[in-house]
């Protein structure tokens, strides 16, 4: 697994959330009272930009008619089916059994640590077989 700086932390303050590119996919990095999450920008469902939907509080309830709103903006809802997903987990609570968002690791590291290395050129294997370019990931 590699590294990818793609933000500051002050770039995503508490309840905020960034969308960044890193080795073609778009993700989405979340800020979610000072823990940082990362999901894939791509519903598990049918494909739509998850990360750019918006930002809910759970709904939790004991039973029918009896309900509450938990901790405001842990979930996200894409914006074309309204299913919601854990922005902790990436589970899905419209089918939890089978359906997950794909989440990244992150970290917060501090500038200093991050200059010392090792710093190391992301390279990629490039062959010529019988007239094609072939570039290995």
């Known amino acids: ?12 303050p508490p309840g905020g959330r960034k969308i960044v590119t890193v080795r073609g996919r778009s993700i989405g990095v979340f800020n979610l009272g ?19 939907g ?7 309830s004991d039973g029918p008619g009896d309900y509450k709103l938990g901790e405001a903006g842990e979930m996200i ?35 200093e ?5 090792p710093l190391v050129a992301e390279t990629v294997a490039v062959s010529v077989e019988q007239d094609y370019v072939v570039v290995e990931m």
Not at 83 to 101: H, K, L, N, V
Request: with cysteine; hydrophobic share 40%; charged share 20%.
């Open 54 to 60: 918006e930002v809910v509080s759970r709904l939790i």
């Open 1 to 12: 697994m590699s590294k990818h700086v793609v933000a500051s932390v002050a770039e995503i």
């Open 113 to 117: 640590e991050l200059a010392k290395g």
């Open 77 to 111: 809802r894409c914006p074309w089916h309204c299913w919601e997903f854990d922005i902790r987990t990436g589970q899905s609570w419209c089918d939890p059994e089978s359906m997950q968002a794909r989440m990244y690791n992150v970290s917060v590291e501090h500038g």
């Open 34 to 52: 000072g823990e940082f999450f990362a999901l894939i920008n791509r519903c598990p469902h049918q494909g739509a930009v998850l990360c750019e």
